[in-house]
């Protein structure tokens, strides 16, 4: 079963997914939590559009991706000022300009099997430079989290009660999004620019079925991401599939588990409940 790390590229694939597989969570946590689950979305169809930007004009993909998803980022939150009452409006305009862009600029890249494998995931495609690229913005994003893990814990729940705490509510959003939109640009590669924001979101959702606490969900969703992401390179390439698409389905059948386990212990508690009132 180990004879898939003799490959070098399924060991550079193996080392980005476990990497991704940690921050990943770690701002899907906050994102969802702050109901933005949407901006994943958003922000993966720009990545998209500067994968095919960078391809067409001759730079890195990757380099693209995360230049695009920047710039979209910021422009969410722009918009977003603009509609203080629809702030969903500026996530919707955001992701048709991506897929517009992402249309328009497919056009021009004369090797279409390269920007396809951006779509769903690549795991052969993953060069040294990409790996080292992913390596060093993941620590700054795992980093960045931990330093500042109580700033994103106020602004998560409550921004006007963390400006009272003295908290830099626009710095940290500031950050919290240029994290986001690295952290998204850099997945596409491995799992695909179509299911980065299920990797950020499923992952969170399994974690929200057992957690008692915020500390907790982050350490679930990073397990359960992990698991996922690592069993689903297994299983793709012994059964020959898309790596993205598989690591997406592991985490909705985990979601599913939890929600019958939960589903059914909620059934038991409310009958033993019933029959210890009926024995009073």
């Known amino acids: 079963m180990l004879d ?3 490959y070098d590229f399924m060991q550079k694939a193996f080392i980005i997914g476990i990497f991704i597989a940690a921050i990943t969570p770690c701002i899907g946590v906050i994102v969802v939590l702050k109901r933005l689950s949407m ?16 391809l067409a004009f001759g730079i890195n993909p990757v380099l693209g991706a995360v230049i695009f998803s920047i710039i979209a980022a910021f422009s969410i939150e722009i918009i977003r000022k603009s509609f203080p009452k629809y702030a969903e409006i500026a996530i919707a305009v955001i992701m048709s300009t991506g897929i517009g862009l992402a249309g328009i600029l497919s056009g021009f890249v004369k090797n ?7 779509l769903f995931g690549s795991i052969v495609a993953v060069s040294s430079l990409e790996l080292l690229m992913v390596i060093i913005l993941s620590l700054c994003v795992i980093i960045t989290v931990i330093l500042l893990y109580k700033e994103l814990f106020y602004i998560t729940f409550d921004e006007e009660a963390a400006k009272l705490c003295g908290i830099p509510v626009k710095a940290i959003n500031f950050i919290f999004t240029l994290l986001t939109a690295v952290t998204i640009s850099i997945s596409a590669r491995t799992v695909g620019a179509l299911v980065v924001s299920s990797l950020m979101v499923l992952p969170v959702a399994c ?3 057992i957690a008692k606490s915020y500390k907790q969900t982050f350490i679930y969703s990073i397990m359960f991401s992990e698991f996922s992401t690592v069993s689903g390179l297994f299983i793709s390439y012994y059964a020959n599939l898309k790596p993205g698409g598989t690591i997406v389905i592991i985490n909705v059948i985990i979601l599913i588990c939890l929600l019958i386990i939960n ?17 009073v």
């Open 39 to 54: 901006i994943g979305d958003s922000l993966s169809h720009n990545s998209l559009a500067g994968v095919a930007a960078g």
């Open 263 to 279: 589903r059914l212990t909620d059934l038991n508690s409310r009958k033993k409940f019933k029959e210890n009132m009926e024995s």
């Open 112 to 118: 279409s099997s390269s920007f396809n494998s951006f």
């Open 207 to 209: 974690a929200l079925q």
């Open 4 to 6: 898939i790390f003799q």
